[in-house]
């Protein structure tokens, strides 16, 4: 950095003060002993004490704030959010940031942000407080209000400067989902005032424009302010919030208080002068900060996501591996999305299928994935060259030669399994990982076809592989410490978020998520109204209804599933709850799923883009509607709770270890409701205690598969909760 | 209990709510003036034993607003001693007024009372006034907001009534309001609407269409499907679970026009009434109302019209002429089979899809309409209703006086 010679010579402080020959103060802000700026006392405190020198000293003309660090400040110290339980300090801490920001806005000197590097949340709001925002054209910076995503609002002054800068319906989405400009966009935007090529322009332009303007203020504290396209009351912006609440549920259903009280603070704030705004908005960040849903995605979202990108589930010391060559067996769906996957990040990949027809169907699957990137700005054609011209698709079993990872992803069928793990034992890598990617058959079986069951595991794949941020991997009875450490490595290298679960039928994700589908099967067959379930689905906070969901991963497929099952368990089967419907459904009346256009849902032709799938009409002769309709409140217990119950019984069994792993899993494996914050986060959420005692009443009604998990009972009986 | 007796009921004709109907000329208190002459004039009434005047505006705003019941009153030349009110219960407002004159009659309070309503909507339109329903995410949200158009394409569907369903009952409409206005049914009430000069700017209902026909409507486009698909359907389907898609049958065929126009009666006790030599023409026997569902918004009659039943000690059967109001063709066909009734005794002159809809003056409209077609056909009661904003219901049943 550039920075004139201090005038005084200062001890190390997390906000540094730099007087130039021409006024200008420069605060750097540089957090000892921290990578990034975080938004705490230790920063507002010296802090607090410049912004007495800009008011009072005369000598200061103007002020750049920027930061000593890559980032300029990432926003608020979540650990402390997180612990607060009265709204009562909740709005202390908002108001205090608030006349904070509100004292630099007016204290009559220009102040620029020099935004050096990513400016978030907090980060963004202290920016937005500033006079002029200059930033360095850095294509990694990112710039915006993300506190929705953790059930939050911007409760700086967010939500009352962005839409009296850039006006309440360009501002809305960026808070409602929480997006993340890069600089260039920001500016594009009207969010940011100017672009630098570099960190010495950047401070080159700051001081040039607090020169320029030695008396500043912000547009709303001016005279004659008018809000771009206009107020609260304007007859454009009342037409939108008619209809604005309605568009919102029809994502959220209702689950998320946040994005309610964003819009309440844009509108009300949309009506009254910044001060007045700011209030209202510290009163609607208070009760989010409280709020059970905001501790539920926070503790998810936040600390346990963390812990997990951290490696909290990865065995120590063994070192960070990375993969070379990977090669992938089955070409199909899957294998070809693994194989995008892995070239995306520099992997060499084999992929391998019985035809070198097969084999390159899978390659194309990356070709096409990388031309719609390109369509989309995404990606370039030099890069989709480089990426296809890792993937080698091949027919041959000897190409596999060198491969330091295996992954399997053939038909689940055991003995076909065993074939393609022998064959490929015999030329890969011998130090090399044999992963299976398997969604239910279990692995320390599957393993028995290895000649090394040490670096035999499962790696677990969700469909489609390229959107699915989740990899579940499964550790076999003889996997090893240092195959699990690579495995979990590997999945870090293709970017994507590990869990880790022990063997078991259907594992962890498979066996929950099931659970969750057999309900909404069940449902229909005690006569609820189909569309009903689905709805009841939706509003429970799952992506999608039950019986589409059952359509979409097919319904012979999962009778396939049962069929094995029942055969390996013999005696030990229970015969789930949907499986006499889906008996019916496909043996009888050949209603397949998505995949032959009839399941529970008609499907319209693939060509025929215009046309929706409809719940199927003969629905209602072979599933005839029962006197009783249950509510939809009922229902969502339902889904909950069979979810949520199975999840507990998988940790009892010692499928799963980390609370955490199962939160994380539950959403990004099967797309459990977020606003819950996983499974098990449902349990301690609700209560243990108080979900011990409606699993029975479920089960009193509906069947023994809602009997509370016996650790339930346990931790209930001495008051502990998942952690 | 004093009996609240109907002595006289005046209309405007309405002119089509657009900038091209004849009444966007006309400001809403010179609407109310000419009616407000044409009560006096008619009754010889000394205004000064007025009591009070309640108005219903909904979009009491611009020149609507500052309470245009006191307004007219005093723009009309009538005594300074009659006080005025203006209220709002949204499409109910001029039957809430009539209920309001009533219930201030019954109690003894008050001996004589002009009760209507008035809306210029050409001039001040729907919405205008915005209101924390719409503008308010949070009571938005709260209270599961939709436009009406969405709460009767929402009837339609949750009843299994197709677009040729509502599309022909608004042919009927269409016929029956101008065989009516063929025939001079609505003269005995209609006061043309005159300007300055005493000019006439208007002396007819504007918007009838006798001509229409099923065929005709087909091209017309469903209004609410769009706003439907954008998010509206899918809070309808937050309280109607069982609901896969709505069924956007309703359009400007067969949902209310949107007119100008103003309506009063003259309601007082028969002591009152012979004091001043007016003659009892109808008694208004139980009035009712009542919330239900505010997303689908719009059966409120059906239990409204019950509520004043069981106050009157009545049944749907004792009733021989029904006015329900047209606000959409499905809101009609609802009500009516919650009632259990016969179509042939509803709406014998057509409605508001055929003469418009002025949302203050409807109810005041209907009553007028009920009054006379009781007298035409020498039938004793009539039950009048309409559909409310925010899910509310209303219902007043008269009986003619002899």
């Known amino acids: 950095m550039s920075a004139v010679e201090n005038?005084?010579?200062?001890?190390?402080?997390?906000?540094?003060?730099?007087?130039?020959?021409?006024?200008?103060?420069?605060?750097?802000?540089?957090?000892?002993?921290?990578?990034m700026?975080?938004?705490?006392?230790?920063?507002?405190?010296?802090?607090?004490?410049?912004?007495?020198?800009?008011?009072?000293?005369?000598?200061?003309?103007?002020?750049?704030?920027?930061?000593?660090?890559?980032?300029?400040?990432?926003?608020?110290?979540?650990?402390?959010?997180?612990?607060?339980t009265d709204p009562a300090e909740a709005f202390a801490l908002s108001t205090e940031y608030q006349a904070f920001l509100r004292r630099l806005e007016t204290c009559g000197k220009p102040v620029v942000a020099a935004l050096n590097g990513t400016a978030l949340g907090g980060g963004l709001e202290l920016a937005l407080a500033c006079h002029y925002r200059v930033a360095v054209n850095n294509p990694k910076a990112k710039f915006g209000l993300p506190e929705v995503k953790l059930g939050l609002l911007p409760g700086g002054g967010g939500t009352q400067r962005l839409p009296r800068l850039i006006g309440i319906q360009n501002s809305l989405p960026l808070m409602l989902e929480g997006k993340e400009l890069s600089a260039e966009k920001a500016k594009g935007g009207g969010i940011i005032h100017a672009l630098a090529a570099d960190i010495d322009d950047m401070l080159k332009q700051a001081k040039e424009w607090c020169v320029a303007n030695p008396k500043a203020t912000a547009p709303w504290d001016a005279k004659g302010f008018r809000w771009p396209g206009g107020d609260a009351k304007h007859p454009g912006n009342v037409q939108m919030l008619a209809i604005a609440p309605s568009m919102l549920n029809q994502k959220t259903f209702g689950n998320y208080p946040a994005p309610r009280n964003i819009l309440s603070c844009v509108v009300e704030g949309g009506l009254v002068d910044i001060d007045t705004g700011l209030k209202i908005e510290a009163r609607y960040f208070a009760e989010l900060v409280v709020s059970q849903v905001s501790k539920n995605m926070i503790n998810t979202f936040w600390f346990q996501l963390n812990a997990l990108?951290?490696?909290?589930?990865?065995?120590?010391?063994?070192?960070?591996?990375?993969?070379?060559?990977?090669?992938?067996?089955?070409?199909?769906?899957?294998?070809?999305?693994?194989?995008?996957?892995?070239?995306?990040?520099?992997?060499?990949?084999?992929?391998?299928?019985?035809?070198?027809?097969a084999a390159n169907k899978g390659k194309a699957y990356s070709e096409n994935l990388l031309t719609k990137a390109i369509q989309r700005g995404r990606s370039t054609n030099s890069q989709k060259e480089e990426i296809l011209a890792r993937i080698k698709a091949t027919d041959q079993v000897e190409d596999l030669a060198g491969c330091d990872l295996i992954i399997e992803a053939v038909f689940a069928d055991r003995d076909l399994k065993a074939t393609v793990t022998k064959e490929t034992e015999a030329v890969m890598d011998p130090t090399g990982v044999f992963g299976s990617n398997t969604s239910t058959l279990p692995i320390t079986g599957l393993a028995e076809a290895s000649v090394r069951k040490e670096q035999f595991i499962g790696i677990h794949f969700f469909s489609p592989v390229d959107k699915m941020p989740l990899v579940e991997i499964i550790v076999g009875e003889q996997s090893s410490d240092a195959t699990l450490a690579r495995a979990f490595d590997y999945v870090?290298?293709?970017?994507?978020?590990?869990?880790?679960?022990?063997?078991?039928?259907?594992?962890?994700?498979?066996?929950?998520?099931?659970?969750?589908?057999?309900?909404?099967?069940?449902?229909?067959?005690?006569?609820?109204?189909?569309?009903?379930i689905e709805q009841a689905g939706l509003m429970s906070g799952m992506p999608v209804g039950p019986?589409?969901?059952?359509?979409?991963?097919?319904?012979?497929?999962?009778?396939?599933?049962?069929?094995?099952?029942?055969?390996?368990?013999?005696?030990?089967?229970?015969?789930?709850?949907?499986?006499?419907?889906?008996?019916?459904?496909?043996?009888?009346?050949?209603?397949?799923g998505k995949k032959n256009g009839k399941g529970f849902y008609d499907y319209p032709p693939?060509?025929?883009?215009?046309?929706?799938?409809?719940?199927?009409?003969?629905?209602?002769?072979?599933?005839?509607?029962?006197?009783?309709?249950?509510?939809?409140?009922?229902?969502?217990?339902?889904?909950?709770?069979?979810?949520?119950?199975?999840?507990?019984?998988?940790?009892?069994?010692?499928?799963?270890?980390?609370?955490?792993?199962?939160?994380?899993?539950?959403?990004?494996?099967w797309g459990f409701a977020p606003w819950a914050g996983g499974t098990l986060q449902f349990i301690n959420a609700t209560g243990v205690g108080s979900f011990v005692e409606r699993a029975r009443e479920l089960a009193g009604k509906y069947g023994e598969r809602f009997e509370p998990a016996a650790i339930l009972v346990k931790m209930a009986e001495t008051g502990q909760t998942f952690n | 209990m004093t009996d609240a007796i109907i002595f006289d009921a005046v209309r405007t004709p309405r002119g089509k709510g657009k900038r091209d109907g004849s009444l966007h000329e006309v400001t809403p208190v010179h609407l109310l003036k000419n009616l407000f002459d044409g009560l006096q004039v008619r009754n010889q009434l000394d205004t000064s034993q007025v009591d009070d005047v309640v108005l219903g505006c909904v979009t009491p705003v611009g020149e609507q607003g500052a309470d245009i019941a006191r307004t007219a009153v005093l723009y009309a030349g009538w005594d300074e001693s009659v006080a005025g009110v203006t209220q709002s219960r949204f499409c109910a407002s001029?039957?809430?007024?009539?209920?309001?004159?009533?219930?201030?009659?019954?109690?003894?309070?008050?001996?004589?009372?002009?009760?209507?309503?008035?809306?210029?909507?050409?001039?001040?339109?729907?919405?205008?006034?915005?209101?924390?329903?719409?503008?308010?995410?949070?009571?938005?949200?709260?209270?599961?907001?939709?436009?009406?158009?969405?709460?009767?394409?929402?009837?339609?569907?949750?009843?299994?009534?197709?677009?040729?369903?509502?599309?022909?009952?608004?042919?009927?409409?269409?016929?029956?309001?101008?065989?009516?206005?063929?025939?001079?049914?609505?003269?005995?009430?209609?006061?043309?609407?005159?300007?300055?000069?005493?000019?006439?700017?208007?002396?007819?209902?504007?918007?009838?269409?006798?001509?229409?026909?099923?065929?005709?409507?087909?091209?017309?486009?469903?209004?609410?499907?769009?706003?439907?698909?954008?998010?509206?359907?899918?809070?309808?389907?937050?309280?109607?679970?069982?609901?896969?898609?709505?069924?956007?049958?309703?359009?400007?065929?067969?949902?209310?026009?949107?007119?100008?126009?103003?309506?009063?009666?003259?309601?007082?006790?028969?002591?009152?009434?012979?004091?001043?030599?007016?003659?009892?023409?109808?008694?208004?026997?139980?009035?009712?109302?009542?919330?239900?569902?505010?997303?689908?918004?719009?059966?409120?009659?059906?239990?409204?019209?019950?509520?004043?039943?069981?106050?009157?000690?009545?049944?749907?059967?004792?009733?021989?002429?029904?006015?329900?109001?047209?606000?959409?063709?499905?809101?009609?066909?609802?009500?009516?089979?919650?009632?259990?009734?016969?179509?042939?005794?509803?709406?014998?002159?057509?409605?508001?899809?055929?003469?418009?809809?002025?949302?203050?003056?409807?109810?005041?409209?209907?009553?007028?309409?009920?009054?006379?077609?009781?007298?035409?056909?020498?039938?004793?009661?009539?039950?009048?209703?309409?559909?409310?904003?925010?899910?509310?219901?209303?219902?007043?049943?008269?009986?003619?006086?002899?």
């Open chain 2, 94 to 402: 001029g039957l809430e007024s009539v209920n309001l004159a009533a219930m201030k009659i019954m109690s003894g309070q008050e001996d004589m009372v002009v009760a209507g309503g008035v809306e210029s909507m050409s001039r001040w339109p729907m919405g205008s006034d915005g209101g924390a329903m719409v503008m308010d995410p949070r009571v938005n949200d709260a209270m599961g907001f939709a436009p009406q158009g969405v709460g009767a394409d929402l009837i339609a569907t949750l009843e299994g009534w197709s677009r040729a369903d509502v599309d022909a009952f608004a042919v009927d409409s269409q016929r029956k309001a101008a065989a009516a206005k063929a025939d001079k049914r609505f003269d005995k009430s209609l006061v043309p609407v005159r300007d300055v000069n005493g000019l006439i700017v208007l002396d007819h209902d504007e918007t009838v269409r006798g001509d229409t026909s099923v065929e005709g409507l087909a091209s017309l486009k469903p209004s609410f499907e769009m706003m439907g698909q954008m998010g509206f359907d899918a809070t309808c389907q937050l309280r109607y679970p069982q609901v896969e898609a709505i069924n956007h049958v309703h359009h400007a065929g067969n949902s209310s026009g949107i007119v100008d126009g103003a309506a009063l009666t003259l309601i007082g006790s028969r002591e009152k009434g012979a004091a001043l030599g007016l003659k009892p023409r109808g008694r208004i026997r139980a009035c009712a109302v009542t919330g239900t569902d505010p997303t689908i918004m719009l059966t409120g009659p059906g239990p409204a019209s019950k509520k004043a039943l069981a106050k009157a000690g009545m049944s749907a059967s004792d009733i021989d002429l029904f006015e329900i109001n047209e606000a959409f063709a499905a809101v009609v066909m609802r009500a009516v089979r919650d009632l259990d009734i016969d179509m042939d005794k509803v709406n014998v002159n057509g409605g508001s899809i055929a003469m418009g809809h002025p949302l203050g003056a409807t109810g005041a409209i209907l009553v007028a309409t009920a009054l006379d077609e009781l007298e035409r056909q020498d039938k004793e009661t009539a039950l009048i209703t309409l559909c409310v904003g925010g899910g509310m219901g209303i219902a007043t049943i008269i009986e003619r006086t002899h």
């Open chain 1, 606 to 669: 693939a060509d025929d883009r215009k046309a929706k799938k409809k719940l199927w009409p003969g629905l209602a002769e072979h599933f005839p509607l029962a006197e009783q309709q249950l509510s939809v409140a009922e229902m969502r217990d339902r889904f909950l709770f069979a979810q949520a119950n199975e999840t507990a019984r998988c940790v009892e069994e010692g499928v799963v270890e980390k609370t955490g792993d199962a939160n994380i899993g539950s959403i990004f494996g």
């Open chain 1, 37 to 84: 700026n975080v938004l705490n006392e230790e920063l507002t405190s010296p802090f607090a004490s410049a912004l007495e020198r800009i008011e009072s000293d005369a000598a200061v003309k103007g002020v750049i704030i920027t930061s000593g660090k890559k980032e300029f400040l990432a926003g608020a110290d979540i650990e402390k959010v997180y612990a607060i």
């Open chain 1, 492 to 532: 870090q290298q293709i970017k994507k978020t590990p869990i880790v679960v022990n063997d078991s039928r259907g594992f962890y994700t498979s066996r929950c998520f099931g659970t969750y589908v057999n309900e909404g099967v069940a449902l229909l067959a005690e006569g609820q109204h189909p569309r009903a």
């Open chain 1, 309 to 357: 990108n951290k490696g909290e589930s990865r065995p120590q010391g063994f070192e960070k591996s990375q993969v070379k060559k990977v090669g992938i067996l089955g070409a199909g769906m899957m294998g070809a999305g693994i194989a995008y996957v892995s070239a995306k990040v520099g992997i060499e990949v084999v992929l391998k299928d019985v035809s070198q027809e």
């Open chain 1, 547 to 592: 019986l589409a969901l059952q359509d979409e991963v097919s319904l012979s497929l999962a009778l396939h599933v049962m069929t094995q099952s029942r055969k390996d368990m013999g005696d030990a089967y229970k015969e789930p709850a949907s499986e006499k419907t889906l008996r019916k459904m496909v043996e009888e009346l050949g209603r397949e």
């Open chain 1, 7 to 35: 005038d005084v010579k200062q001890p190390a402080t997390a906000v540094r003060q730099e007087l130039d020959a021409d006024g200008i103060l420069t605060l750097t802000m540089d957090m000892p002993g921290r990578s």
